[in-house]
Nanobody, 120 residues
Framework: QVQLVESGGGSVQAGGSLRLSCTASRSAFMAWFRQAPGKEREGVAAIFTGGGSTLYADPVKGRFTISKDNAKNTVYLQMNSLKPEDTAMYYC?????????????????WGQGTQVTVSS
């Protein structure tokens, strides 16, 4: 069992930045997903359990950075150069198994979600 507590999010103008945080109750492979109204949930970024390797979805490469504080079991998503199309509910996800990707079915535990709104 992995409990996840998210924080961050909010409203920002296009070109701005936000940082999301997610603290897990134990060490796990962690990722961020997002879901816009009327769309399917999609993977944004993932980080290996030890924090050494990362994965990014193409739409956010070069703008978002995922990082992890292993001592705190906390993962961060730094979002820069935000665009209106980044507007969505963002969810933290975790799984104790190794070698996850950006598919929703690869994760067993989910946070409650935090809203990110980017205005033009």
């Amino acid at each position: 069992q992995v409990q996840l507590v998210e924080s961050g999010g909010g409203s920002v103008q296009a070109g701005g930045s936000l940082r999301l945080s997610c603290t897990a109750s134990r060490s796990a492979f962690m990722a961020w997903f997002r879901q816009a109204p009327g769309k399917e949930r999609e993977g944004v970024a993932a980080i290996f359990t030890g924090g050494g390797s990362t994965l990014y979805a193409d739409p956010v490469k070069g703008r978002f950075t995922i990082s992890k504080d292993n001592a705190k079991n906390t993962v961060y998503l730094q979002m820069n150069s935000l665009k209106p199309e980044d507007t969505a509910m963002y969810y933290c996800a975790a799984d104790p198994r190794p070698l996850r990707g950006l598919g929703t079915r690869e994760y067993s535990y989910w946070g409650q979600g935090t809203q990110v709104t980017v205005s033009s």
